[in-house]
């Protein structure tokens, strides 16, 4: 098919694009590195484990052309400044950010302390709200982003299996998703949320003991964990050049959970 839409549009071409991911040294953030590069783009691999982010780099592309893995703390604004900068210097522009990085910790609400409270908040929204300052401000000065930020159902419906301060943070997600839409959609970047429920994932696998798994899964009106790379196409979908109507939104997925 052309890549040429009505009036000479470019669409459904985003080859040589460049997408950074955070928190893709596995998990969702991995698969959704991969989804993007399977498009075509040059995928930066980010995280806190520099290692590991570099090794699921090179095993997208072991030619080291169109991935690289670099560290990313996001709760650190400079760390986003600089990567910004070592990707313009490398790739010569940046397109996309998927803000994926996030930690979530069950923890009982009354027992939650100060310190795991703020943590959680300055990984899951602090980084998320970093990521949009550095990266908004450079698409708005080029005209053209996008922004996708990975909320979750637990910051719609309060969480089933993780704590509030997670919830709280994820909730907040959505609502910088809006500010930062309002604020950059005439400078040609939109800014979208995803919510996923929980997905067959090592961290849901590895936290959740089987037989309260399977009881989850019962009560998913579809009857099952969700696949991480729809969610990564939902990603793909909404990072396309052609994506700009939606914007400010956050696009749910989990199963039937939580219908609104
Ligand atoms: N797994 C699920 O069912 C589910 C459901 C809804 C939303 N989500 C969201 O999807 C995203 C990915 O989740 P996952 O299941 O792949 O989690 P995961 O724990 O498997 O992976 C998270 C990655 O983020 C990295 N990370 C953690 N703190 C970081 C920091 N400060 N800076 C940079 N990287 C950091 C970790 O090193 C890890 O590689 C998260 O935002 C999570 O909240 C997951």
């Given at each position: 098919m052309s890549p040429q839409g009505i009036g000479g549009e470019t669409w459904e071409d985003d080859t040589h694009r460049v997408a950074l991911v955070t928190?893709?040294?596995?998990g969702l953030g991995a698969c959704i590195a991969g989804r993007l590069y399977d498009k075509g783009y040059r995928v930066a691999l980010t995280d806190l484990d520099a290692e590991a982010a570099t090794k699921a780099a090179a095993e997208l592309d072991p030619s080291g052309q169109h991935t690289v893995g670099l560290a990313l703390d996001v709760r650190d604004k400079e760390a986003f400044a600089g990567v910004r900068d070592q990707l313009d210097e490398r790739w010569?522009?940046?397109h996309v950010l998927v803000n994926n990085a996030g930690h979530s910790k069950v923890e009982s609400l009354m027992r939650i302390s100060p310190e795991s409270f703020a943590s959680v908040v300055a990984t899951n929204l602090g980084g998320t709200f970093f990521g949009c300052q550095v990266f908004g401000e450079y698409f708005a000065e080029r005209g053209y982003g996008r922004i996708v930020n990975i909320g979750s159902l637990a910051g719609q419906n309060g969480g089933?299996?993780?704590?509030a301060h997670y919830a709280a943070a994820k909730g907040g997600v959505a609502t910088l998703t809006k500010v930062f839409a309002r604020e950059l959609g005439p400078h040609g970047v939109t800014v979208n949320a995803i919510a996923p429920g929980p997905q067959d994932l090592p961290v849901v696998r590895e936290s959740v003991d089987p037989e309260k798994l399977a009881q989850l899964e019962a009560m998913i009106p579809v009857g099952r964990l969700g696949r991480p790379r729809f969610i990564a196409d939902m990603a793909v979908l909404l990072a396309a050049?052609?994506?700009?109507?939606?914007?400010g939104a956050c696009w749910d997925a989990n199963g039937g959970l939580f219908m609104r």
């Open positions: 928190g893709a040294a596995r010569g522009a940046v089933t299996a993780t704590g050049e052609h994506a700009d109507a939606v914007t």
